[in-house]
């Protein structure tokens, strides 16, 4: 009981604190508020870049053309050992009469050219059309469809599509490391502004330490004061990100400049962000109280 009345009596004196002091705590929920906001925008763009580049890697295909006099019993038995490798995702068959009426369903041209061929006299090969599991598996695949018997070509971009992974893994890597360089800044900030509010009051710490209160009883209300500190910086950040990124989707129905670049849907990314903001607001507002009080009682 006394443990839970030292906390009830904790947390009611470092909510006073924060609005007894409100000039020096609004100096501090602005920091967090600001540092905050940028942290929220550097994730929202990470992280759709990486979708973009995940889209981009899934949307790669392993375009496997069949011999032109191909038995059926061969198709089967492509299909089999192509399904039997490693890494595949999906295998889908086109005929050649599928692939000719796609073609002519897509251009006026191509259907007045090829309207008068049939299965027996046209060029176009039948092909599989194969989706890895893993981009950067897709040349060893590529090359073990190649050995097939009853396989002609076997083409998937090579060349661009490994300069493609290499570019989006430098992209990732980038983004990853700006979003924890903003993070580790906002914790320097943060936490810099919290110590020169709690530095402004060490004549308190100091009254309080005459009267007999212990270290701990003291630390308690002050990190108690960092965490909502933390949590009230944390709000408008969170706001903006629910209602500025879904605007933000609505506004271009879900693309930038092209249906290639398709933004992440709102729910439930925006709370996954939202619930970061407010973790790194409480855990750096907590630390940053507890850094400074804990100073103030070694002198």
């Known amino acids: ?133 893993d981009i950067n598996e897709i040349k060893y695949v590529a090359g073990e469809i190649a050995k097939m018997d009853g396989v002609d070509i076997v083409k998937y971009g090579e060349g661009m599509v490994e300069q493609l992974v290499s570019l989006f893994d430098m992209v990732r890597k980038i983004s990853i490391g700006m979003v924890i360089a903003l993070i580790i800044v906002t914790a320097f900030l943060i936490t810099n502004t919290i110590k020169i509010t709690i530095f402004s009051r060490k004549r308190e710490i100091q009254i309080m330490r005459l009267v007999g209160a212990s270290n701990i009883n003291i630390k308690i209300p002050f990190i108690l004061e960092g965490l909502f500190l933390g949590v009230m910086g944390s709000i408008i950040p969170i706001i903006l990100t629910i209602f500025g990124y879904t605007k933000l989707y609505e506004r271009f129905d879900g693309q930038l400049f092209s249906p290639f670049i398709k933004l992440i849907t709102p729910e439930p990314f925006v709370f996954l962000i939202s619930l970061v903001l407010v973790a790194i607001g409480i855990m750096v507002g907590m630390f940053g109280s507890y850094t400074a009080v804990r100073k103030h009682l070694k002198i």
């Open 1 to 133: 009981m006394k443990t839970i009345r030292i906390i009830l009596r904790s947390i009611r004196d470092s909510f006073k604190s924060v609005f007894r002091n409100f000039s020096l705590s609004l100096a501090s929920i602005s920091c967090i508020t600001i540092t905050l906001i940028v942290v929220a925008i550097a994730i929202v763009l990470s992280q759709n870049v990486n979708n973009f580049a995940s889209l981009v890697e899934g949307d790669v295909t392993i375009v496997t053309f069949l011999k032109r006099d191909i038995t059926d019993d061969e198709t089967d038995k492509i299909e089999s050992k192509i399904n039997s490798l490693p890494y595949i995702e999906s295998v889908v068959y086109k005929s050649k009469m599928e692939l000719s009426k796609e073609m002519m369903d897509s251009s006026e041209v191509f259907s007045s050219v090829m309207k008068e061929w049939d299965e027996g006299s046209t060029p176009i090969q039948a092909t599989f059309q194969v989706k890895v599991k």
